[in-house]
């Protein structure tokens, strides 16, 4: 691809002409974590009609705590990330992802009984955690500043990609169940006791691409900067964008890490420099999720029931969520480092909190059919475009390099308590306030949203991640 910047002189983002061709091969490698985050937490709104059967689920506790179980191991595989990840390095650790990835998609689709299958999602939920936090920060460690934006969201695009894969194949294996099939001939047919199977043991596929991909790819020339292996991120850089840029981004990066002390200690995020930057990571990660639309994914089965749909179409819809979140994902790429992070995220709360609000009365009116299927993919287009990439690309980017990777694990794991919550209580709250009151519940989340980003969130695009230290920090 392009030449790098020549040796001498400063290297600016005018002068340097970096080798975008190896900048977006190991940055769409490591964003293979996001693909597989993608399709293992949504394979299974696709097999929860039939597991549910095959295991006789009938309370809807019992039902939201399978669908949220692996929440338990996404939080423990974030908060592992933050232990490990500034000892051992962003590279191994994802490579540790992609093997539990591959391991616990054959468990679930083996599993014979409940509590196997529980513990085999759990499971998962770790390879999840890891994935979810190290795929983006790695992105962001190894991306130029003015494209970077558009390189981390590139780790929600494959998300989105994973989302809509298992949707797909969720809907093809299963396309020929009978319209109007009871709960017994579901729970005794193939569908029942071997479709669900495949839809997750297929997940190993690509985890397998992942693990050899991420064999190939460099570590984080940050994370190398910090352990004192100068010449090995100089070497990295260097391919990136030339001698000169690495010289420069060497020197930046050491700057920032002059109060370096060995190991990260969590104790050390209270620091009163730090407890504000951390602070908005953590509120930006809890309020992506309370936004109330990954239920729509999780639950999209009750979601349609209510809006008139049996569970042939279903899963037809299910698949066109995945078609306007992929489409609406591309949108988002081409405006994060343009317009900037902050206009989508106040653009995301705004229109959602208007979504929410006409499907609340839609469902209090008994209004069903095309109209409530238009709204919900209202929803999933505002949020693709906006909440979706532009949270992971912001709480990669505000955190300083010598507590990045804790303070990542902090915030990844605030996400994945909050996504919990969520999905737990969505079942309790549809049962108690009805479909119209708990979407008018995500209404109001929203607009708190819209007003903590207006008085909170500053502008990130075009700056390195040292300038933004700088900025936010000191």
Same mark, same amino acid.
């Not at 930046?252 to 002059?258: E, H």
């Not at 749909?309 to 078609?323: C, F």
């Not at 909190?353 to 006409?358: G, K, L, S």
């Given at each position: 691809?392009l030449?790098g910047?020549?040796?001498?002189?400063p290297a600016?983002?005018?002068?340097?002409?970096?080798?975008?061709g190896?900048?977006?091969t190991? &940055?769409?490698?490591?964003?293979?974590?996001?693909?597989l985050?993608?399709?293992?937490?949504?394979?299974?709104?696709g097999?929860?009609?039939?597991?549910?059967?095959?295991?006789?689920?009938?309370?809807?506790a019992?039902k939201?705590w399978? =669908?949220?179980?692996?929440?338990i191991?996404c @939080?423990?595989?974030?908060?592992?990330?933050g232990?490990?990840?500034?000892?051992?390095?962003?590279?191994?650790?994802?490579?540790?992802?992609?093997c539990?990835?591959?391991v616990?998609?054959?468990?679930?689709?083996?599993a014979t =009984?409940?509590?196997?299958?529980?513990?085999?999602?759990?499971?998962?939920g770790?390879a999840?955690?890891?994935a979810s936090?190290?795929?983006?920060m790695y992105?962001?460690?190894?991306?130029?500043?003015g494209?970077?934006? $558009?390189l981390?969201a590139?780790?929600? @695009?494959?998300?989105?990609?994973?989302? @809509?894969?298992?949707?797909?194949?969720?809907?093809?294996l299963?396309?020929?169940?009978?319209?109007?099939?009871?709960?017994e001939?579901?729970?005794n047919?193939?569908?029942?006791?071997?479709?669900w199977r495949?839809?997750?043991?297929?997940?190993?596929?690509?985890?397998?691409?992942?693990?050899a991909?991420?064999?190939?790819?460099?570590?984080?020339?940050?994370w190398?900067a910090?352990?004192?292996?100068n010449?090995?991120?100089r070497?990295i850089?260097?391919?990136i964008?030339?001698?000169?840029?690495a010289?420069?981004?060497?020197a930046?990066?050491?700057?920032?890490?002059?109060n370096?002390v060995?190991?990260? =200690?969590?104790?050390?995020?209270l620091?009163?420099?730090?407890?504000k930057?951390?602070m908005?990571?953590?509120?930006?990660?809890v309020?992506?999720?309370? &936004?109330g639309?990954?239920?729509?994914?999780?639950?999209?089965?009750?979601i349609?029931?209510?809006?008139g749909?049996?569970?042939?179409?279903?899963?037809?819809?299910?698949?066109?969520?995945?078609?306007v =979140?992929?489409a609406?994902?591309?949108?988002?790429?081409?405006?994060?480092d343009?317009?900037? $992070?902050?206009?989508?995220?106040?653009?995301?709360?705004?229109g959602l909190?208007?979504?929410?609000?006409?499907m609340?009365a &839609?469902?209090?009116?008994?209004?069903?059919?095309?109209?409530?299927?238009?709204?919900?993919?209202?929803?999933?287009?505002?949020?693709?475009m906006?909440?979706a990439?532009?949270?992971?690309?912001?709480?990669?980017?505000i955190f300083?390099?010598?507590i990045?990777g804790?303070?990542?694990?902090?915030?990844?794991?605030?996400?994945w308590?909050?996504?919990?919550?969520?999905?737990y209580?969505?079942p309790i709250?549809?049962?108690?306030?009805?479909a119209?009151?708990?979407?008018?519940?995500?209404?109001?989340?929203?607009?708190?949203?819209?007003?903590?980003?207006?008085?909170?969130?500053?502008?990130?695009?075009?700056?390195?991640?040292?300038?933004?230290?700088r900025?936010?920090?000191?």
């Open positions: 691809m030449a910047a020549s040796n001498g002189g600016t983002p005018d002068t340097v002409q970096y080798r975008m190896y900048v977006w190991i &940055c769409v490698v490591a964003a293979l974590g996001g693909l985050f993608g399709w293992d937490w949504v394979v299974i709104g097999a929860k009609p039939f597991f549910e059967r095959y295991f006789e689920l009938t309370s809807e019992v939201g399978a =669908n949220s179980c692996a929440l191991g @939080l423990f595989g974030a908060l592992l990330a232990a490990l990840s500034d000892r051992f390095g962003r590279k191994r650790l994802l490579m540790l992802s992609a539990l990835f591959v616990t998609s054959i468990g679930n689709g083996l =009984n409940f509590s196997v299958f529980v513990a085999w999602r759990m499971l998962g770790v999840i955690g890891l936090n190290l795929s983006p992105i962001a460690e190894v991306a130029p500043a494209v970077r934006g $558009r981390v590139i780790n929600q @695009l494959t998300i989105v990609i994973g989302i @809509l894969l298992a949707q797909y194949i969720n809907w093809f299963v396309r020929h169940l009978p319209q109007g099939a009871t709960d001939f579901i729970r047919s193939w569908f029942g006791q071997q479709g495949w839809m997750f043991g297929l997940t190993a596929l690509p985890a397998m691409l992942f693990f991909g991420m064999v190939l790819v460099p570590e984080s020339p940050r190398l910090k352990k004192g292996k010449d090995r991120a070497a850089l260097s391919r964008g030339g001698d000169a840029y010289n420069d981004a060497i930046d990066i050491q700057s920032t890490l002059v370096e060995g190991t990260v =200690n969590y104790r050390d995020l620091d009163p420099r730090m407890r930057v951390l908005l990571g953590v509120v930006l990660a309020l992506q999720q309370w &936004c639309i990954n239920v729509i994914f999780n639950y999209a089965e009750e349609f029931k209510a809006a749909y049996d569970i042939s179409s279903v899963l037809k819809n299910i698949a066109w969520t995945g078609s =979140n992929l609406f994902t591309f949108v988002a790429l081409g405006l994060v343009r317009r900037g $992070r902050r206009p989508l995220m106040l653009f995301g709360f705004a909190a208007a979504i929410y609000v006409v609340g &839609c469902y209090f009116l008994g209004v069903q059919g095309l109209p409530m299927l238009l709204l919900v993919l209202s929803a999933i287009a505002c949020y693709s906006s909440l990439p532009v949270t992971w690309v912001v709480i990669s980017e300083p390099n010598r990045r804790a303070a990542m694990a902090v915030a990844v794991a605030a996400l308590v909050a996504c919990f919550i969520l999905t209580t969505f709250l549809n049962a108690t306030l009805g119209a009151g708990t979407f008018l519940l995500y209404a109001a989340v929203c607009l708190f949203g819209l007003v903590y980003v207006f008085l909170k969130l500053p502008e990130t695009k075009g700056k390195t991640l040292e300038e933004i230290e900025e936010l920090v000191d």
